[in-house]
């Protein structure tokens, strides 16, 4: 488990998350890496949540080898390479569909559970997007677009309890909360969705200069791990160093603060 945050404005989109690895064993480490730069010199990131790795290979590194074939550096799938003048990111979405799914869980003799999110600007676009590929168990829908051009605003996934309750106003187990106040069950999604409409905390602007974006980031996902810390009802498997990137269209995918080798790295 873990917890990532997407904050989307005009200027850009900044990815954040945190840097815990739970085991199957329940050993968690405090140094995963869950956003990657996906080619170089593009505004183009990806961060996970979910699994931390297949068979015997980490997302980080899996990520790190879609890099190296959508910047051709692999000789043996030339044709993955993009066009830096014309790929499209739900074409980058499809491509690591068909690398993490199709080339990697299938040859697996196991399932995972997987959250993708892809972040960034297709070629010439003036706005951003992000794109989503969610693998469950032996089965992968398409990638779908969870935030396009015109959409802006905070998304989270992984443990979003703390989130849920912050923004939305209601937590995982309002609906059993709504059954045990006598709401009958066909009544109880439009009341939730009622609650969430009345109780929704606008956190962002559009219009917002990419540092209060990044800010918010951060406070988000610090948020969480210290609510994960003090919950006594949720395993501790959120926390470690914060990590956060800034994706905007002229300066491309930038590391404002990642874990590195000998410490937390800013900037």
């Known amino acids: 488990m873990t917890i990532i945050v997407s904050v989307k404005i005009n200027d850009g989109v900044v990815l954040a998350a945190d840097s815990a690895g739970t085991m199957a064993s329940g050993q968690i480490y405090a140094h995963a890496n869950k956003i990657t730069n996906l080619y170089e ?10 699994a931390g790795g297949i068979a015997n290979e980490s997302v980080e590194t899996l990520l790190k080898d879609l890099r190296r074939r959508l910047t051709g550096l692999d000789r043996d799938h030339a044709d993955w ?8 990111l739900e074409e980058v979405a499809q491509r690591l569909r068909a690398f993490v799914f199709e080339e990697k869980v299938l040859a697996s003799t196991e399932g995972t559970s997987l959250q993708l999110r892809v972040c960034g600007y297709s070629a010439g676009r003036p706005l951003a997007e992000v794109w989503e590929v969610n693998i469950t168990d032996r089965a992968c829908p398409a990638p779908r677009c969870i935030m396009g051009e015109e959409g802006f605003g905070v998304l989270w996934d992984g443990q979003y309890e703390a989130l849920n309750r912050l923004i939305l106003g209601t937590g995982y187990e309002i609906g059993a909360a709504l059954a ?19 109780l929704y905390a606008t956190l962002s602007a559009p219009a917002m ?11 988000l996902v610090e948020t969480t791990i210290g609510f994960v ?12 160093a914060v990590q956060i990137a800034a994706i905007t269209k002229h300066e491309g995918f930038r590391w404002v603060q990642r874990p590195g080798l000998h410490g937390t790295e800013f900037g």
């Open 180 to 198: 045990r106040h006598g709401i009958p069950e066909d009544q109880a999604p439009a009341l939730q969705a009622n609650l969430v409409g009345d």
């Open 81 to 88: 390479r993009l066009d830096p003048a014309a790929y499209t």
């Open 229 to 240: 810390r003090f919950a006594v009802f949720l395993p501790k498997s959120v926390g470690g």
């Open 41 to 50: 010199g593009l505004p183009i990131g990806a961060m996970s949540t979910g």
């Open 209 to 219: 200069p990419i540092q209060d974006a990044i800010d918010l980031a951060r406070f």
